[in-house]
Each structure stands twice: as C-alpha cells, then as structure tokens.
C-alpha cells in the first residue's frame, strides 16, 4: 500500500474551513471540503483559530518544532528590537553571542547557540537578514593577461627561489571611522532599515594590510587626514602616518618599507623577495622601485582590473578582516557613554580606539586563510604543479562584494561551515 502524500493548506483555507463548520457542522465542512481535510483536522485547526487569525493569510504555518527555550528567545528578541529601535546594527553572530550569555544568566546548561538555532529562531520570530550590496561584475576577457602575470611569478620564483616567507602582497584599504553593516536583523517586511553611528561614516582614512605566503601578517599601517602627527597613544604593532589628504603616496611608500617591510623575518637580512601590488601610481613610482631595489625586492604589478582574481588581500583576507572591524565598531556603540561636543552630537571613535580595532582585528584573520588565497590566487603554489587545482577554486571568500549574495534558502551548507570566528550570511 503507496503512503498517502500529506497535504499542505494556507491559513486563509483553514479559516474558511472553520467559517463553514461554525454554521452547518464539522461533518458538513468533511463533505464540503474534502476528505481530505477530515472531521479531526477540522476539530484541531478550530482549536488554533486564535492563532491563526493573527497570521498572514497567504501563508501555511504552525508547522516545525516549537521552541525549544522559549523564554530565552523573547529575551533576545526584545534584545533586537531594543538595538534596533535605536539604531544599532545586529549581526547574526551578536544574535547567538547574546543568546549564550542569557542561557548562561538563566541556568540553562544545554543551549549551544549554534547557527542552526539562529536560523530557526529568526524564522518563528519572524526576523530576516536585510541585504542591499550589489556584487560588481568582472570584465569578460582577462585570461591572457592572469596567465601572463602567473608566468611572470613562475619564472621569477624559479629563478630566484623565494622562500615563502619572502613573498607579500599589499594593499591599501580605504576605511570610515564608523564602520556600520549593510545588513541588519530585524523584522520582516521593514520598509525602512537605519542604523545609528557617531556621523562619521564618510570620515575616511587609508588602512594598508600586508602579509606573506607563510601565513605571516605584518604591522597594518594607518594613514590619518591631517597634517600634524596624533598626540594620541598609538598601540604597539601599529604604524601611524598622515596626509593632508588621507592618501598613499611616494613618502608614504618610503615610510612602510621602512618601517613594516624591511622589519619583516628575513627582512633585515635583505633576503631575496617578492612583492605582488596593483597599479597604483605611489606603488610604481621611480622611486618607489629605487627603494624596493635597495631592499632586494622584486616587484609583481597586478594588470588593471584583476585585483579581485589574483591580489590575495582582496580575493580572501580583507572580508573578515572588516567583518571583525564592524564587530569591534558595534561593541563600541552598543557600550554607550560616548563622548559628546558641545552642541550634544557624539564624538566619533578616537584614534587610538581605531588604532586598537585595526589591531585586534587583524590579530583576528586566521593564518591559513592566508596561506591558502596566495595559492588560490597562483603566487605561492608548488611549481610541480600538484596545487595548481586550488586556482580560482570557490571558496566562498571573495570581497569583489562586501557581502555574498548567494541566498542561504537555496544552500544551507554554511550552517555546517560557520566557525566561531566569522560571521554567518544573513537570511532571505
């Protein structure tokens, strides 16, 4: 005997059902409706009548397993709708970091705050993830020009043997003082998304990342809009430098091989090494190349337009690298007891706060995310050619987008993947 399929009804159907079995009878609406619906289907969506007068009536609902911990989650939803009244940005993982200190506030020895439970409990609470970034298109023809720029690599490492630890990449990261997401949490169906930051959200300053084959990360260096030096502490392992305009140039060039390149392991020793950069003007300057070469280090210019396929910065790193920036950022939001003007705005994030932010959140990136995008980007692969299979492989880290927008109603896989230390993508 074939297994009867279970049959799905909307709430609007169900309350018509109940409309019809109110005037002429439970077995009247049986005949009418169906079988099925049944006598006993009709007696049980009576009992949720209440419930389901209060529901979209285009959808099909009361289905899935019922909250597990039911307090907990009207405390963190109230913790959302808090945030988001004023103002704050809430992340899928503040979600489960908040969930995990009210089950330990309340005793509660079984609750894990997985991502899982994330997703279920957005979905009864009738929460989503709102997603505005539009990914920026590669152009069509550029195979010729990553092959040529890998041959180059190839025969400079074949000629001169670079230790892994010998080749980097850097790159300039253009940042903002207030660093909100553009995406929150919140209910479904909000027309209108804000988030609360200090007003310096357009104040910008120039972040440059570097690091090397081995996993090493070296010292960022910070380049502040202003012309005099920052009377401010600065943290140790940070490079401070200013610009009347904000921007990298030739001095700035000079500064970080001074001052992060040349200190690098083996740096002092003026071991043979390479560097990949894009085309930007300072980077390519005659005297940039004259500093490089007394250093002994070759340099590798990416071709324009392939910064997003073969610069490993941006292909894997700077993603969760400004992940844990805007995590950093929301904690100090979320803290209060800002600092204000005079005339009652609050004052935006002081240097030496940025500084530290910048610092943990670079401490943050796991090495091997940077062992394995020098080698997805074909810089730093064995030249046997028995890892050429992990060029351009779909890793899921690419920053030509802020944001993936991959849906995670078609592929749930990152609920397996998430790892404590990255934020999940949100919900459709």
Not at 20 to 29: D, F, I, L, P, S
Not at 103 to 118: H, L, M, N, R, Y
Not at 337 to 351: A, E, F, S, V, Y
Not at 359 to 383: M, P, Q, R, Y
């Amino acid at each position: 005997m074939s297994k009867q399929k279970r049959c799905t009804y909307k709430v609007g159907f169900k309350l018509e059902v109940i409309k019809y079995a109110k005037e002429h009878g439970n077995r009247a609406a049986e005949r009418h409706f169906g079988p099925p619906p049944s006598e006993k289907m009709i007696r049980e969506w009576q009992k949720q009548e209440d419930q389901l007068q209060k529901l979209d009536k285009s959808k099909q609902t009361l289905r899935g397993h019922a909250a597990k911990w039911p307090e907990l989650e009207v405390d963190i939803k109230e913790w959302i709708t808090h945030h988001r009244e004023n103002g704050f940005s809430v992340s899928t993982k503040m979600i489960m970091n908040k969930a995990r200190l009210i089950a330990v506030e309340k005793g509660i020895q079984d609750f894990t705050g997985s991502p899982s439970w994330c997703y279920r409990f957005m979905k009864r609470s009738g929460l989503a993830m709102h997603k505005t970034k539009i990914a920026q298109k590669m152009p069509n023809e550029y195979e010729e020009k990553i092959l040529s720029f890998h041959k180059f690599v190839i025969d400079a490492r074949k000629k001169n043997q670079f230790e892994l630890s010998q080749i980097g990449n850097m790159d300039e990261v253009p940042l903002t003082f207030d660093v909100p997401s553009n995406r929150t949490v919140d209910h479904k169906g909000a027309k209108t998304i804000t988030v609360k930051t200090s007003g310096h959200e357009k104040t910008h300053y120039t972040l440059v990342l570097s690091c090397c084959a081995d996993g090493t990360k070296l010292p960022p260096m910070l380049i502040f809009k202003r012309k005099t030096f920052p009377k401010e502490a600065i943290p140790r392992g940070v490079v401070v430098h200013v610009h009347d305009k904000g921007w990298m140039d030739e001095k700035g060039m000079r500064l970080w091989i001074e001052k992060v390149w040349s200190k690098r392991p083996g740096g002092l020793l003026k071991k043979p090494s390479l560097l990949v950069l894009d085309q930007f003007r300072a980077h390519i300057a005659d005297t940039t190349k004259k500093n490089f070469k007394e250093v002994k280090t070759h340099l590798a210019v990416i071709p324009g337009g392939l910064t997003s396929q073969l610069q490993p910065l941006d292909v894997s790193i700077n993603k969760p690298f400004k992940v844990f920036m805007r995590e950093e950022w929301n904690k100090w939001m979320a803290a209060g007891n800002h600092d204000l003007t005079p005339t009652g705005r609050m004052k935006r994030p002081t240097i030496t706060q940025v500084c530290e932010w910048v610092k943990t959140s670079w401490d943050s990136v796991k090495d091997e995310i940077i062992v394995h995008s020098f080698k997805k980007c074909g810089i730093s692969n064995a030249l046997d050619g028995t890892e050429d299979d992990m060029l351009y492989e779909n890793t899921g880290t690419s920053t030509s987008s802020d944001e993936s927008p991959v849906s995670d109603c078609e592929d749930l896989s990152f609920l397996d993947s998430d790892s404590s230390d990255e934020e999940f993508l949100g919900f459709s």
